[in-house]
């Protein structure tokens, strides 16, 4: 037996289940979760508790199965990176092969368990959900395009509206419109934590827009997305699933995110380093919120609609 195969097995015994859940990136599976119970609960009818509970499982493991493949295939810039070189991979805790067995595996179960659980047509979202992610996104635009983030950010756009269709079998304008609430917060979201962030996606040759075409550049985008993010979302405020409390969270929000970008956008990258990117963090930290509370504010008003004090 080699030297690098007794590494390799001792490296996986060293392995545990908090390593191979890792691999399903639960921070973003928990927003997953959120938005498509979100949609479940906001589409008209209902589902039986235990089919809507089988439903977000469901979805919950499909959104894992995609971070897994994701680890497996970017587990060369993962290395590279600060904030992702403790991932299992890069760390030595998971072998590539057992990651892509496990996204696999749990792609062809979270597909087919969700179709025999409600529909087909919920089936088939979350089925091209892992495909964007993994093929479109991963392979394809991450390393190609400084709009990597923009396109790709579909791919975590897409569980309200699978919540949706999982209860009604079809897509509708209020499920489209929670689908481009998270795609438009997408970019703003993950560009002001680029701004802060050192070398990473340099150093690992990810074409990140701040890499290719510098910070100004990234800030002028950041208060583009955000004012036309701030369109979609006060006019959900006026569909079937908004009412007085989503538009009043909604307006709320969207004056200090629109703040937030306008005050970002008239910096300098010299006031930027003299603060330590102050105001960048503030603003990632608000996207961070931003998201949740408009999605509560759709759950609340969902939970009031029948007793006549959600909606409109």
């Known amino acids: 037996?080699?030297?690098?195969?007794?590494?390799?097995?001792?490296?996986?015994?060293?392995?545990?289940?908090?390593?191979?859940?890792?691999?399903?990136?639960?921070?973003?599976?928990?927003?997953?979760?959120?938005?498509?119970?979100?949609?479940?609960?906001?589409?008209?009818?209902?589902?039986?508790?235990?089919?809507?509970?089988?439903?977000?499982?469901?979805?919950?493991i499909g959104g894992g199965a995609s971070g897994a493949l994701n680890m497996w295939y970017d587990?060369?810039?993962?290395?590279?990176?600060?904030r992702t070189k403790s991932r299992p991979i890069p760390s030595g805790k998971v072998t590539r092969e057992e990651a892509f067995a496990i996204g696999m595996a749990l792609s062809v179960m979270s597909v087919?368990?969700?179709?025999?659980?409600?529909?087909?047509?919920?089936?088939?979202?979350?089925?091209?959900?892992?495909f964007f992610y993994v093929v479109i996104y991963t392979m394809w635009l991450k390393r190609w395009t400084p709009q990597n983030i923009v396109i790709g950010g579909a791919a975590g756009a897409f569980p309200p509206m699978?919540?949706?269709?999982?209860?009604?079998?079809?897509?509708?304008?209020?499920?489209?419109?929670?689908?481009t609430l998270i795609f438009m917060w997408?970019?703003?979201?993950?560009?002001?934590?680029?701004?802060?962030?050192?070398?990473?996606?340099?150093?690992?040759?990810?074409?990140?827009?701040?890499?290719?075409?510098g910070r100004a550049s990234t800030r002028k985008h950041i208060l583009v997305y955000t004012l036309l993010l701030a369109a979609i979302a006060i006019g959900i405020g006026f569909t079937s699933?908004?009412?007085?409390?989503?538009?009043?969270?909604?307006?709320?929000?969207?004056?200090?995110?629109?703040?937030?970008?306008v005050s970002i956008w008239r910096r300098s990258d010299a006031d930027c380093e003299a603060d330590n990117h102050k105001?960048?963090?503030?603003?990632?930290?608000?996207?961070?919120?931003?998201?949740?509370?408009?999605f509560g504010a759709i759950l609340a008003e969902a939970a009031l609609a029948p007793y006549g004090l959600g909606g409109w």
Not at 75 to 82: F, G, H, K, L, N
Not at 166 to 171: H, S
Not at 201 to 206: H, S
């Open 112 to 130: 087919v368990m969700l179709g025999l659980a409600t529909n087909l047509v919920a089936a088939a979202l979350l089925a091209f959900t892992i």
């Open 186 to 213: 997408t970019p703003p979201h993950f560009w002001a934590l680029c701004l802060f962030m050192k070398s990473d996606y340099r150093d690992a040759g990810v074409p990140m827009l701040h890499v290719t075409h």
């Open 279 to 294: 105001r960048e963090k503030s603003f990632f930290a608000l996207s961070l919120l931003y998201l949740f509370l408009h």
């Open 1 to 60: 037996m080699t030297d690098a195969s007794i590494h390799t097995q001792s490296q996986q015994q060293e392995a545990s289940f908090g390593d191979y859940f890792a691999l399903l990136k639960p921070r973003v599976m928990s927003l997953v979760v959120f938005t498509a119970m979100v949609g479940l609960l906001a589409a008209p009818g209902g589902l039986h508790p235990i089919e809507a509970f089988c439903a977000i499982l469901f979805i919950a």
């Open 241 to 261: 699933v908004g009412g007085l409390i989503y538009l009043t969270v909604a307006l709320v929000l969207n004056a200090l995110f629109v703040l937030g970008a």
């Open 75 to 82: 587990s060369d810039i993962d290395q590279v990176m600060s």
């Open 162 to 179: 699978i919540g949706w269709a999982a209860v009604t079998g079809g897509i509708s304008v209020e499920s489209v419109l929670m689908f």
